[in-house]
């Protein structure tokens, strides 16, 4: 959230330029005001988008940056007025935006995510009139970092049983995947749902729609990841198979397209039902795509973007996965290792597997 750069006390994890390169440096965190909730980061997810934030994909230019919107920890100060939520000693998660006006039209509705005044867990410019006033000319620096203070509104209550670790990159993949399929599948009974991709997004996607009941059909560049399709639940069909295509025409009520590269989506659109279908964009490809318009308007289907979702929808999200025991797949590294999971990420090394920095190995960078 908000950062005193130049102050004292806190460390985080930062990139100086677009090369990678993750060094410690020591800012200030703001004390919590009547509304915040103070916490000690225990763990950090690192998500594709930490990479395209980086290396300037999305036209970042504000340095140091630290990363990180998958972020669990414990409270240990709560303002005056947000103890009606939270005390110390609470474990909680806070995922991608950490502020908003809190008055438009879109936060009244439960959809903070597009308020037009909202702020980015890292990258945001810190704005007058939103409290913290020494931090105002700063950006926001996320969880990459060891404690942070954030507007309890958007801060997460982790449902009881549920590992730590798992809190952070559900508040990230898990919403952003959850989302559509609550629009388009929870509650409705014989839904059949396509995922592109079967990656870290991909996997949640089939995770939460068989838990949501749906007949789930995983698109993929090979047959290689068959096996671990069906044992989520879900059968796959290599998108290059044409026949295997075909017999596809038609058939899907809503398909979730988590890829995060350039790539075609026309093959996939092909297998909608007519009308009714929608296909969903989440994976934040930041070039345009090539859409057929033709065969929208013959069959009648519809093309959608989807943000994550809005704060009382992750919550929901994160009991909803608590219920059914479904969490990412993780792996736990050092803090002096994030620079190399990262680039990673850059190469697609990482495969489906959540990297979640252990907050408390940044004591050994």
């Not at 959230?1 to 100086?16: C, D, N, V």
């Not at 990258?123 to 990459?144: D, F, Q």
């Not at 295509?245 to 809503?254: I, N, Y």
Request: net charge negative.
């Amino acid at each position: 959230m908000a950062t005193i750069l130049g102050g004292k006390g806190s460390y985080m994890l930062a990139a100086h330029d677009t090369k990678y390169a993750l060094t410690k440096v020591e800012i200030g965190r703001p004390a919590p005001g009547p509304n915040d909730v103070a916490i000690d980061l225990k763990y950090c997810g690192m998500c594709h988008s930490d990479l395209h934030t980086v290396n300037g994909d999305w036209g970042n230019t504000k340095w140091p940056l630290a990363p990180g919107h998958e972020l669990a920890g414990l409270v240990k100060e709560v303002g005056s007025a947000a103890s009606d939520k939270f005390k110390v000693g609470d474990r909680v998660s806070v995922g991608c935006f950490v502020f908003s006006c809190l008055e438009c039209v879109m936060c009244q509705r439960g959809l903070e995510q597009h308020c037009l005044k909202g702020l980015q867990t890292y990258g945001s410019p810190w704005p007058e009139g939103a409290g913290h006033e020494n931090c105002v000319g700063h950006h926001t620096n996320g969880g990459y970092s060891t404690d942070i203070t954030v507007h309890k509104n958007f801060v997460f209550k982790v449902p009881e049983g549920m590992p730590l670790e798992h809190a952070g990159p559900l508040c990230c993949a898990g919403i952003t995947t959850y989302s559509p399929l609550a629009r388009h599948v929870l509650g409705k009974p014989d839904k059949v749902v396509g995922v592109v991709g079967f990656g870290g997004l991909g996997m949640m996607a089939v995770k939460l729609a068989v838990a949501m009941g749906a007949k789930v059909t995983v698109f993929s560049r090979s047959d290689a990841k068959k096996a671990e399709a069906a044992a989520l639940g879900a059968d796959l069909v290599v998108q290059s198979d044409e026949d295997a295509m075909k017999k596809l025409f038609r058939t899907f009520d809503v398909i979730l397209d988590t890829v995060s590269a350039p790539h075609d989506i026309n093959s996939a659109i092909s297998t909608l039902k007519a009308y009714d279908g929608t296909y969903v964009l989440i994976g934040g490809v930041p070039q345009p795509y090539e859409l057929k318009g033709m065969a929208l308007l013959f069959a009648g289907t519809k093309v959608e973007g989807s943000l994550i979702g809005g704060m009382p929808l992750t919550q929901e999200m994160l009991d909803f996965c608590a219920k059914h025991n479904i969490g990412p797949d993780i792996e736990i590294i050092k803090a002096k290792d994030a620079e190399a999971a990262l680039r990673s990420l850059d190469d697609g090394a990482g495969g489906a597997k959540r990297f979640v920095i252990d907050i408390a190995t940044l004591s050994e960078v």
